[in-house]
Structures are given as C-alpha cells and as structure tokens.
C-alpha cells in the first residue's frame, strides 16, 4: 500500500435518524436500515443492527484500514447531532475533527453558530445541496448567510460545503469567496463529480482557502464500481486543473460500506498505477492534516485478515 498518513476528510457519525426534509421522514430501522423519504433504505451495513453510526465502532473500523484521523461532518437527513459531536471531540480529540450544524433553511441560524463556537466547534457544516426547499430555494448569498460566513472568517473557522450538482451554485460561492477570501472552505463530493459542470466546482479551489474533498466519490461511481478507473481519471483532471495540493481523500463513511469496505474506500486509490507516491501521501492524508491542524497522528500497524 505505501507509507501513507491517511485521514478521511468527509465522514459522518449519529445516534440515530430522527427528522424530516423537505415534509418527508428520515427514521432509523432495525438492522441498519433506515425510512429515507420514500422508501426503506439499507442506510448502514447490516450488521449495526441497532441503527447507531457510533465513534466507537468507526474507529474500529478505521483503525482496521489504517486510517489515522477523520472529519465528521454533517447533513440535514441525519437531524442535528452536535451534543453527540462535543462528546466524541472530547473524547477522541487526535482522532476526530467535528463540524457543527446549524439549520440554514431557517431564518435565525447567525445566533446558532454564535452558540456553536461558544461551545468550541471549530467548522461548521452546511449542506448547501438541500436548499432547495418546496417553498423555494435559500440563496448561499442572501444576507443572512452571508453574515454566517463573515462571523465565520472573522472567527477563523471552517467551512464544510456541499454543492447542488455540477455549476447550479458556482456563482453564488464565487460571491461568497470574493466577500470572505480568508474563511477556509472544503467543497464535498468532489464537485458532484458524475453531473455535468462538475469541474466548475472543482475550479473554487484556485482561490488560497478552498480545497475540495472527495467524500462519496465511490457512490458517485458505483455504477462502475471497484476499482473505480473512472473516479482515478476524475481525480487526475481535478489536479491537472487546481493542483494536486488542493484536493483531499473522503469516504462518506458510513453510507458507502453499504457497497464495499472502508479500507475500499481508498485503496483504489493507493493501488492505482496511475498516481505518484506523491500524489497519494498529499491526497490521503497530508492535505488534510494541513489543512484541518491535526497534530501528531497515530500510527495504526497493518493486521492481516482471514482472507490473506
């Protein structure tokens, strides 16, 4: 595999599923599954029976693949699971870096994340790919929002976005860049990069603070699946286009072992041929490492399984 530091810069944790979006139910099952919208999902692999994506059991799990450290970030289909997050930061601080939520489809989410830095988070999520609401659409740049991302420079914390697919809100980040250009963003889901306009995403990150992560990337690809040839080819380009310094390895843990292992994941990635060493310690880990202020990480030893 390589000497490889390798952090996960897109993962998610909670207790249990409990919310709606958009007037539809989002509720945890038995057996790893989940009621998402309309149908029953298998939201978790089966064998979390009891439906909690829990710190405990991700760290086996990274520990297992090798993964030093990973960012837990956060969606509005997993309800608000900051009180579980300050719990798994205080406890597990060299292993998890974890964003807060605050909901932006409301007016009156300032004063949240005012809340959320008094109680020490240092980044907060913000799923911008949800914010088109039945009874329209919340604009990245109304002025509320705005008003969020100052606070945020201003406090030097970080910015975990996720786009609508491909350009449909390039515009509205290029604003907010230009408005704040020293808040430190992360773009997920590598831009949607299966949706046309996917490298218009891409392309914020010639801007200083913005990096973009690759969390979902497998699902994205699932269609052609393991060793994900297509997702190596995507990586390749984005680096051609923003440099390789610029984007970082995430999984979407826990929804994507649904399909194929954690250690998956990313060992299309240290596997390939078609990636330098370089490239991969930078992509795997040391971007991140960086970029979120880890310290000292710790080093997990390989464990052959019953396979080998």
């Known amino acids: 595999m390589g000497d490889y530091t390798i952090i996960d810069a897109h993962a998610h944790l909670w207790l249990r599923q409990d919310t709606m979006v958009n007037g539809k139910p989002i509720r945890t099952l038995p057996n790893g599954r989940s009621w998402f919208m309309d149908e029953e999902r298998q939201m978790l692999p089966p064998f979390m029976i009891d439906g909690k994506n829990?710190?405990?059991?991700?760290?086996?799990?990274?520990?297992?693949?090798?993964?030093?450290?990973?960012?837990?970030?956060?969606?509005?289909?997993?309800?608000d699971q900051n009180e579980y997050l300050e719990v798994v930061a205080r406890r597990y601080p060299d292993r998890f870096f974890v964003c807060g939520f605050c909901d932006v489809r409301r007016p009156g989410f300032l004063a949240q994340a005012r809340g959320l830095r008094e109680r020490g988070f240092r980044a907060i999520a913000v799923p911008g790919h949800r914010l088109f609401l039945p009874e329209g659409r919340v604009w990245l740049t109304s002025d509320e929002m705005m008003e969020l991302f100052r606070f945020m420079e201003r406090e030097g914390m970080i910015l975990s976005m996720a786009l609508a697919d491909g350009d449909t809100q390039v515009a509205e980040m290029k604003e907010v860049i230009a408005e704040c250009p020293r808040l430190k963003i992360a773009?997920?889901?590598?831009?949607?990069?299966?949706?046309?306009g996917w490298l218009e995403q891409i392309k914020l990150a010639r801007n200083p603070n913005v990096m973009i992560e690759s969390g979902g990337i497998t699902w994205l690809f699932n269609s052609e699946f393991y060793p994900f040839r297509g997702a190596?080819?995507?990586?390749?380009?984005?680096?051609?286009?923003?440099?390789?310094?610029?984007?970082?390895?995430?999984?979407?843990?826990?929804?994507?072992?649904?399909?194929?292992?954690?250690?998956?994941?990313?060992?299309?990635?240290?596997?390939s041929d078609e990636l330098t060493h370089e490239f991969k310690a930078a992509f795997l880990g040391m971007n991140a490492k960086n970029f979120y202020g880890f310290g000292e990480l710790k080093k997990l030893p390989y464990i052959k399984n019953m396979s080998e």
């Open 54 to 79: 829990t710190a405990e059991v991700f760290l086996s799990n990274m520990d297992y693949a090798q993964v030093s450290a990973a960012v837990i970030t956060q969606e509005f289909i997993d309800g």
């Open 187 to 196: 773009i997920a889901h590598f831009g949607m990069v299966t949706t046309d």
């Open 232 to 271: 190596v080819e995507a990586i390749r380009t984005a680096a051609d286009t923003v440099g390789a310094d610029k984007l970082m390895w995430g999984s979407d843990y826990p929804r994507t072992i649904t399909a194929i292992t954690y250690r998956m994941s990313y060992d299309f990635v240290s596997k």
